[in-house]
């Protein structure tokens, strides 16, 4: 597995091609945004009746990951259900595959806008969770130092010799890390948008999921007059550095 | 057929006929006749443009409301132009107002405002004048009987642009319920020449008989000949500009139709750069902001204009009498809309047409001459037979079931009552039927959450509020998602729309062409492309709208026809005959029923080309199955490109037996593998999706907010092929596919023409029909193991440039 490694406020991380992050250390798996339930939620309010195998392909995903990792600990990043009902709607087979997978470990579910409290399922509810210097929650907050966040399921666009390119990504900063959304039909949030503007600083960079990680700056809206006061005030260019800068900043 | 016995305008009752005697007019022959036949359940009146085929359609509605009509709806207009649907309020307005009739007539399309909307549900007017999509909506109502209980005709005018989309097929379920709503309607179609009256007569259902009227001298239309040759490829014509303009300078008022949006505006140009006389010439296309059509066709209206250089935006449309020469640039691909586009000029009705084809290359003007056989043999092509579309039907028992409980059995007679779905199984129909109650998924995941619940055997919406929801998705035509252009500052002129894709390929400095002005890409801001005016620089071409219409099937039997035809060539410029005899000498030419191959060698790499003639699209899926199959075979195949005419391969081994690679049953068996993952199929799937109502159109407004929490259509596509390939939306995407752009009917047609007559001819070198492909534009490199490994060199390309190295696997 082609990780992209990451030193983030003393801890090595690993950013999966997945979109899933793994912190050896602490044998730590953090996913984000799940959203299980999404299609059956959205039949029940009356909406468009998605076809109903979402949930099923996030577990399958999931489930690859802890067979590799082995985690002892598992976060999910908030947003983990569609709503509070989704976690009781889920079906039988289902959540006997998610019960299997807590099973013998330390299950952490923190809150999200989707799923604001605990849900009928094992494991620990929180707002946040600490550890070793590091907070996960679900949103980046203003001042978040050393957080680890999701909720705005980040995707990068990029167009490069003819072929345009959309994927889910990390966003790291000196302070921050966004994950990207590991649920099925989850859509994404492009990081030219304007809610990325103020979350992320100058220097961040993303990380593209795939078959391998890949790291670029973060692209922005193009607006020529910011790149240009980007390099000055950051004292680095954006394109032909020279000489390669390593990922933690 | 038209009735044999003599016409006068005393049929007609008496305040008509002093109506056109006062104008000293005379009712022409065939708005009498279809006036006689005014209680046929059904007519289907086919005239030439400027035959007053409007009014026509008018005239029994005219007299049947007579001088004091009561109140209520007597008639349904239906057009596909909303802009019809207003100019035709106005010019039916004259008659009545000067024969000081009490005959009420009002519009109502997308652009009517809420109130006049609501006043109509409670008090509608004596002609209503609407769109396919509109009456759809209308009939969703649970007023619907109490609006419609008392109509009496349906008029269906362009209605031959109409049948073969998926338009025609929601307008005519809606007839048919119409007709169940008001039992003795009567239904008249207005139509332009068709290759087939009695299948369009058969779509308009009801038994419907055909009336055709004189249609008028025959039309005078030429190849243009110019003094520079035409280039051996490329589309735009732009070598002809000078001679065009001669022609504008020499006629009235001139249309000059282009086959796409970028070319139109690429001509554009190159007209106004001849314009020496400062013509007033204009341009129009469906990429261009409403307000800038608007201006054009109100000057054009207003006599304002020489000329206009235009796409199929305006194929349909007001007729305007002053046009007297019809200019079409690049090869028609379809005889019938060449013949409709010719009859824009028709400046009276008893006046020859006159037309112009300008070849854009070399191959187009064999094209352009068989073009010209066909329109003098009348032998025009077309679609037969298409059965309706399932997703339309699915939207309309949706939309039913808004209007009230619907009744399985008999909401399928009544289906099969429209003419597109008279051949409609039951078991089709309960497909959709179910897909709208429960998505009829293999999992019976919502039997809880069902959209249409039963009780007594009657279908009910299960949340009667989501009938709002259903009728915002109301419509068949699925927009690609494209983005405003303005110019920045200065409040943002609105300039026209782009793709989002184009878009999204732009870097700031990037020029490109949009309403006949070159314009400098500044920045993509809210959903805007932000542009300021760039009058020097040389454009880069705007390749919005990138599909691009295939030479129909008749029109390249044609072609082939005339290559075996040696004879012929004489009718054609010299350098034709040239070409031709030197292509004799080096190879061989296409013969009707057989399928020539060549192979040869150039730089080192082994080219085979195939002359399939079975339309571009179809020669970019044999492409890519061909390339692959050899991918499989270790040929090494690098790139391919195709025409309407051929396909040419390059890699590094030759093709031995290129036989054995064309056969039916290995082609179609790697079409399913390669298919299930093509972007097309992916593009299909969300049409189909939105029409069917899996998936809410965007909405404006909606796009801003919440954006993350959309999904994209193709995770859904990839999911259901997972888990449920045969679900009924990926059933009609596979047909859709394999008629649309994959169009690989076309070359299983060809294949089993075919029958294995293969011509395969080892040339000693690049033969001279062959030469033209290498010119063409859109090569398809063949991206080896795919898009994502291309995907992942480019990203670490990008790495290096930027000095970040790639981390250790």
Request: glycine share 8%; proline share 6%.
């Given at each position: 597995m082609s990780h992209w490694p990451l030193l983030f406020h003393n801890a090595n991380l690993s950013l999966n091609p997945t979109g899933s992050l793994w912190w050896e250390g602490e044998s730590l798996l953090c996913v984000a945004d799940l959203h299980l339930g999404k299609s059956e939620r959205m039949a029940r309010r009356g909406g468009s009746l998605l076809p109903p195998y979402e949930t099923s392909e996030t577990l399958d995903r999931l489930?690859?990951?802890?067979?590799?990792?082995?985690?002892?600990?598992?976060?999910?990043?908030?947003?983990?259900?569609?709503?509070?009902?989704?976690?009781?709607?889920?079906?039988?087979?289902?959540?006997?595959?998610?019960?299997?997978?807590?099973?013998?470990?330390?299950?952490?579910?923190?809150?999200?806008?989707?799923?604001?409290?605990?849900?009928?399922?094992?494991?620990?509810?929180?707002?946040?969770?600490h550890l070793n210097g590091l907070v996960f929650r679900h949103i980046a907050e203003p001042d978040g130092v050393g957080e680890i966040s999701g909720h705005y399921h980040p995707k990068a666009r990029l167009r490069l010799r003819g072929v345009g390119i959309s994927r889910p990504c990390f966003l790291v900063d000196g302070s921050r890390?966004?994950?990207?959304?590991?649920?099925?039909?989850?859509?994404?949030?492009?990081?030219?948008?304007?809610?990325?503007?103020?979350?992320?600083?100058?220097?961040?960079?993303?990380?593209?999921?795939?078959?391998?990680?890949?790291?670029?700056?973060?692209?922005?809206?193009?607006?020529?007059?910011?790149?240009?006061?980007?390099s000055k005030t950051r004292n680095f260019p954006l394109k032909t550095s020279g000489r390669p800068r390593k990922p933690l900043l | 057929m038209p009735i044999d016995q003599p016409s006068d305008a005393t049929r007609l009752p008496q305040h008509l006929t002093r109506w056109f005697a006062d104008r000293g007019w005379t009712p022409h022959r065939h708005q009498l006749d279809l006036y006689e036949r005014r209680d046929d359940p059904g007519m289907l009146l086919i005239a030439p443009t400027g035959g007053g085929k409007t009014l026509a359609g008018f005239l029994p509605t005219l007299a049947e409301l007579g001088e004091n009509p009561e109140p209520g709806l007597h008639?349904?207009?239906?057009?596909?132009?909303?802009?019809?649907?207003?100019?035709?309020?106005?010019?039916?307005?004259?008659?009545?107002?000067?024969?000081?009739?009490?005959?009420?007539?009002?519009?109502?399309?997308?652009?009517t405002k809420?109130?006049?909307?609501?006043?109509?549900?409670?008090?509608?007017?004596?002609?209503?004048?609407?769109?396919?999509?509109?009456?759809?909506?209308?009939?969703?109502?649970?007023?619907a009987p109490a609006i419609f209980g008392g109509v009496q005709r349906v008029v269906v005018d362009e209605i031959h642009a109409l049948a073969e989309s998926k338009r025609g097929d929601q307008l005519m379920l809606c007839l048919s319920r119409l007709q169940t709503i008001s039992p003795h309607m009567r239904r008249v179609g207005l139509s332009a020449t068709v290759e087939d009256p009695p299948a369009l007569a058969g779509v308009l259902g009801h038994g419907s008989r055909v009336l055709l009227a004189d249609p008028g001298p025959e039309p005078q239309i030429a190849m243009l000949e110019t003094a520079e040759l035409p280039p051996w490829s490329g589309m735009g014509g732009r070598h002809a500009a000078r001679a065009?303009?001669?022609?504008?300078?020499?006629?009235?008022?001139?249309?000059?139709?282009?086959?796409?949006?970028?070319?139109?505006?690429?001509?554009?140009?190159?007209?106004?750069?001849?314009?020496?006389?400062?013509?007033?010439?204009?341009?129009?296309?469906?990429?261009?902001?409403?307000?800038?059509?608007?201006?054009?066709?109100?000057?054009?209206?207003?006599?304002?204009?020489?000329?206009?250089?235009?796409?199929?935006?305006?194929?349909?449309?007001?007729?305007?009498?002053?046009?007297?020469?019809?200019?079409?640039?690049?090869?028609?691909?379809?005889?019938?809309?060449?013949?409709?586009?010719?009859?824009?000029?028709?400046?009276?009705?008893?006046?020859?047409?006159?037309?112009?084809?300008?070849?854009?290359?070399?191959?187009?003007?064999?094209?352009?001459?068989?073009?010209?056989?066909?329109?003098?043999?009348?032998?025009?092509?077309?679609d037969t037979g298409r059965a309706g579309g399932l997703d339309v039907l699915c939207q309309h028992i949706l939309l039913m079931a808004c209007s009230g409980p619907v009744d399985p059995d008999a909401l399928f007679a009544e289906v099969r009552t429209a003419g597109p779905y008279a051949g409609i199984s039951r078991a089709e129909f309960d497909d959709c039927l179910e897909f709208c109650a429960t998505g009829g998924y293999a999992l019976k995941a919502y039997d809880r959450w069902r959209r249409l619940v039963e009780r007594d055997g009657l279908y009910h919406l299960r949340d009667p509020r989501s009938a709002r929801n259903l009728r915002m998705n109301v419509g068949t035509i699925v927009g690609t998602e494209t983005l405003p252009v303005r110019l920045r500052g200065g409040g943002g002129t609105p300039l026209g729309e782009v793709e989002e894709s184009f878009a999204a390929s732009l870097v700031p400095g990037d020029t490109f062409l949009i309403g006949g002005q070159t314009v400098k890409f500044e920045n993509l801001r809210e959903m805007v492309v932000q542009v300021s005016r760039q009058p020097t620089r040389e454009p880069r071409i705007a390749v919005f709208m990138g599909t691009k219409l295939a030479t129909s099937t008749k029109l390249s039997e044609r072609v082939i026809g005339i290559l075996d035809a040696p004879g012929r060539w004489k009718s054609m410029p010299g350098y034709i005959g040239d070409w031709l005899d030197l292509q004799n000498h080096i190879s061989r030419l296409p013969t009707p029923g057989r399928l020539l191959v060549e192979t040869f060698q150039r730089q080192d790499r082994a080219h085979i080309c195939v002359y399939g003639f079975a339309g571009r699209n179809a020669h970019q899926t044999l492409g890519l199955l061909l390339t692959r199959r050899m991918e499989e075979a270790g040929l090494d195949p690098l790139g391919f490109v195709s025409n309407d005419y051929a396909l040419l391969i390059w890699g590094l081994q030759p093709v031995t037996n290129p036989a054995a690679m064309l056969t039916a049953d290995d082609l179609r068996a790697g079409l399913d593998g390669w298919l299930a993952s093509n972007a097309v199929m992916k593009r299909t799937f969300r049409n189909v999706a939105t029409v069917a109502g899996l998936i809410e159109r965007n909405m404006p407004g909606q796009r801003k907010t919440g954006r993350q929490a959309t999904f994209s259509s193709d995770i859904l596509y990839d999911t259901l092929l997972k888990y449920d390939p045969d679900h009924l939306l990926m059933r009609i995407t596979r047909d859709e596919a394999a008629r649309g752009l994959v169009d690989y009917g076309r070359i299983e047609d060809m294949l089993s023409r075919v029958e294995g007559r293969i011509d395969v001819v080892h040339a000693p070198h690049l033969t001279p029909l062959a030469a033209p492909l290498l010119l063409e534009v859109g090569k398809v490199p063949i991206r080896g193991s795919g898009r994502q490994k291309l995907e992942d060199q480019a990203v670490e390309e990008l790495l290096a440039e930027a000095g970040l190295a790639v981390p250790a696997a």
């Open positions: 489930s690859r990951e802890i067979d590799a990792l082995e985690p002892r600990n598992v976060v999910c990043l908030g947003d983990s259900f569609d709503d509070l009902e989704s976690a009781g709607a889920l079906g039988e087979a289902n959540t006997e595959r998610l019960l299997a997978m807590m099973a013998g470990r330390n299950w952490i579910w923190i809150t999200g806008n989707h799923d604001p409290g605990p849900v009928t399922l094992p494991g620990t509810h929180c707002a946040e969770h890390l966004i994950l990207p959304a590991f649920g099925a039909f989850t859509g994404g949030l492009c990081t030219t948008d304007a809610a990325f503007a103020d979350v992320m600083g100058n220097d961040a960079l993303a990380v593209l999921t795939g078959t391998k990680t890949a790291a670029i700056p973060m692209p922005r809206p193009r607006r020529r007059a910011r790149n240009q006061e980007m | 008639t349904v207009y239906v057009s596909p132009l909303k802009a019809l649907a207003t100019d035709i309020r106005r010019n039916l307005s004259t008659p009545i107002n000067d024969m000081g009739l009490t005959i009420r007539v009002e519009d109502r399309t997308g652009d809420a109130t006049q909307k609501a006043r109509q549900r409670v008090d509608p007017p004596h002609i209503l004048l609407t769109t396919p999509e509109s009456l759809a909506l209308m009939l969703s109502y649970p007023e065009v303009m001669d022609l504008v300078e020499n006629a009235n008022t001139t249309l000059i139709f282009i086959n796409t949006r970028a070319q139109a505006e690429l001509f554009f140009q190159a007209i106004w750069a001849v314009n020496s006389k400062n013509l007033p010439i204009g341009l129009h296309h469906g990429s261009l902001s409403r307000e800038a059509r608007l201006k054009v066709e109100q000057a054009m209206v207003a006599g304002e204009m020489r000329a206009i250089v235009c796409t199929g935006s305006l194929d349909l449309g007001i007729d305007w009498g002053n046009v007297d020469l019809v200019i079409q640039v690049g090869a028609p691909k379809n005889v019938k809309r060449l013949v409709q586009r010719i009859g824009r000029a028709n400046h009276t009705y008893n006046a020859p047409s006159r037309a112009v084809l300008v070849p854009a290359n070399r191959f187009e003007v064999l094209e352009c001459r068989a073009a010209l056989d066909a329109v003098a043999e009348h032998d025009l092509d077309g």
